[in-house]
C-alpha cells in the first residue's frame, strides 16, 4: 500500500493566524471548521474570542520563558490560571487551555526534537497552533496499558506508520496537532508505548466532534481516527517505548494547571457567597447570621485552603527537584472533591433561585462534576497513592 508521508510542509497551515477571521466566528461552530481534517455536522460550542484573549496576555508563553527557572515557569503558569478561573473564564475554556499547555507545550518543550521544536513551539505559544492529547480508546481508558493504537517502524525508509482509533479527546475538533499514544512495533516487536505528534491535517487523520456534554460543554471534545498516518521518527516525542514516562510527566502538569484554574474559581465562588449571605435577609436576619450558613462558607473556605497548600507543596517539591506523584494525586482527588461540594453549596445558599434553568449556580456544578474524571480519575488517583505507600495492590 501506497502512502503519503507527512512531512514537515503540513505544519505551513497556519489555523489561528487569520486574526481578522478569527473575531467573526461565533461560539458555536460546525465540526468541520477548526481543522482540515475534522468531519461531522454537530455545532460545538467553543469560545474563539476567549481562546485568542487569553494567547495575546502571554498565558501560554510562560513555558517558554529564557527568564525564569523551569521551576517557576511551571509556578508563574499555574498563578495565571488561577487568575483566570478567579476572573470568570469559562471553566471549559480553562480545560482546553490546561490541556493545551500540558499536552503539547509541555511535551514538546521537555522530549521534542529540534526539528518538531523549531517547527511547532512559536506557533503554540502564540495560541495560532492548538494542541491535544489522545491516550483513550474505546476499550482502554484508566487502564492505558491496554490501548491498541499501533505504530509501526519501517527500518528502511525511517518513518512510522500509526493506526488506530482514540475517544473523549479534548481539543481535538479544533487541534492542528495531537500528541497520540501508540504501541511501537518495529521489526515485528512490540517495543512499548510511544508518543508521536500528528498534524490533524496529515492524509490518513479524520478528526469528528460527537460528544456534547453537560459538565464543561464548551470545552470540545471529539474522536480521532487514524489510518496509515506516515510521519518521520523525528515526532516521536522521548525514546522509544518511553511513552508512559511522557504521559506521567504532562498529566502532572495537567493537573496543577487545570486544578490551579478551579481553586481561583472557588475563591471567587466563596466571595460571592458571603456577599449574598451579607445582604439577603430572611426572617428578619441576615443569612449570614445563621450559623449552619456561616458554617457553609467557612467549610468551603476549609476546602479551598488545603488545596492551595498542597498546591503550594507539589510547587515547592517541583523546585527542589522532588518526586510529587502522590502530591499531585492526593491533590487532584482534595481540589476536584472539594471544587464540586463548594459549588453544591452556593447553589443550595441561594434556595430555588439556585436551581433555576438559567441560573450559573446549576451550570456551576455540572462544570465540577467533572472534575473527579477528567485527568485520570480519582479512583485511578487514590490506585496511585496507594501504591506509592507500599501496600501491595494488584496494579
Same mark, same amino acid.
Given at each position: 500500500m501506497r502512502t503519503q508521508t507527512c512531512t514537515s510542509s503540513a505544519f505551513s497551515h497556519l489555523h489561528w493566524k487569520d486574526t481578522s477571521a478569527m473575531s467573526s466566528l461565533t461560539t458555536s461552530i460546525p465540526a468541520t471548521e477548526p481543522g482540515a481534517g475534522s468531519s461531522g455536522s454537530a455545532p460545538y460550542p467553543f469560545d474563539y474570542e476567549g481562546w485568542k484573549r487569553i494567547s495575546d496576555s502571554g498565558a501560554f508563553r510562560i513555558l517558554a520563558d529564557s527568564a525564569l527557572s523551569s521551576s517557576h515557569r511551571i509556578r508563574d503558569t499555574a498563578a495565571r490560571m488561577r487568575e483566570l478561573g478567579y476572573a470568570g %473564564?469559562?471553566? !471549559?475554556?480553562?480545560?482546553?487551555?490546561?490541556?493545551?499547555?500540558?499536552?503539547t507545550i509541555t511535551s514538546i518543550l521537555r522530549f521534542g526534537s529540534p526539528e518538531l521544536k523549531s517547527a511547532l513551539v512559536p506557533d503554540l505559544l502564540s495560541g495560532h497552533f492548538v494542541g491535544a492529547h489522545a491516550i483513550t480508546e474505546t476499550g482502554a481508558g484508566s487502564d492505558v496499558s491496554s490501548m491498541q493504537a499501533t505504530a509501526t517502524v519501517d527500518e528502511a525508509s525511517g518513518k512510522v506508520r500509526v493506526n488506530g482509533r482514540k475517544v473523549f479527546i479534548t481539543n481535538a475538533p479544533i487541534a492542528s496537532h495531537v500528541v497520540v499514544y501508540a504501541r511501537t512495533y518495529r521489526g515485528g516487536n512490540d517495543e512499548g508505548i510511544s508518543a508521536?505528534?500528528?498534524d490533524t491535517t496529515c492524509p490518513g487523520v479524520a478528526v469528528t466532534a460527537n460528544h456534547i456534554t453537560a459538565s464543561l460543554p464548551h470545552s470540545p471534545i471529539g474522536e480521532l481516527e487514524l489510518s496509515d498516518v506516515?510521519?518521520?521518527?523525528?515526532?516521536?516525542? !522521548?525514546? %522509544? !517505548?518511553?511513552?508512559?514516562?511522557v504521559l506521567d510527566f504532562v498529566m502532572k502538569r495537567e493537573i496543577i494547571y487545570a486544578f490551579s484554574a478551579d481553586l481561583g474559581r472557588a475563591q471567587k465562588r466563596i466571595e460571592d457567597s458571603v456577599a449574598f449571605a451579607n445582604s439577603r435577609r430572611q426572617f428578619n436576619s441576615l443569612l449570614a447570621e445563621f450559623q449552619s450558613v456561616s458554617f457553609a462558607i467557612a467549610d468551603m473556605y476549609v476546602r479551598h485552603f488545603a488545596g492551595t497548600a498542597m498546591i503550594n507543596e507539589i510547587l515547592s517539591k517541583i523546585e527542589n527537584n522532588q518526586d510529587i506523584t502522590k502530591e499531585v494525586a492526593a491533590a487532584k482527588?482534595?481540589?476536584?472533591?472539594?471544587?464540586?461540594?463548594?459549588?453544591? %453549596?452556593?447553589?443550595?445558599?441561594r434556595g430555588a433561585k439556585g436551581v433555576q434553568a438559567d441560573s450559573t449556580s446549576v451550570q456551576d456544578v455540572l462544570d465540577a462534576l467533572a472534575g473527579p474524571i477528567y485527568s485520570g480519575t480519582n479512583r485511578i488517583q487514590k490506585t496511585r497513592i496507594a501504591a506509592m505507600l507500599g501496600l501491595l495492590t494488584d496494579g
Open positions: %473564564e469559562d471553566p !471549559g475554556l480553562l480545560f482546553a487551555v490546561a490541556t493545551h499547555l500540558a499536552s508521536y505528534v500528528i506516515t510521519i518521520p521518527q523525528s515526532w516521536r516525542l !522521548g525514546a %522509544e !517505548g518511553a511513552g508512559l514516562q482527588i482534595l481540589i476536584s472533591d472539594a471544587n464540586l461540594q463548594t459549588a453544591i %453549596e452556593a447553589t443550595h445558599l
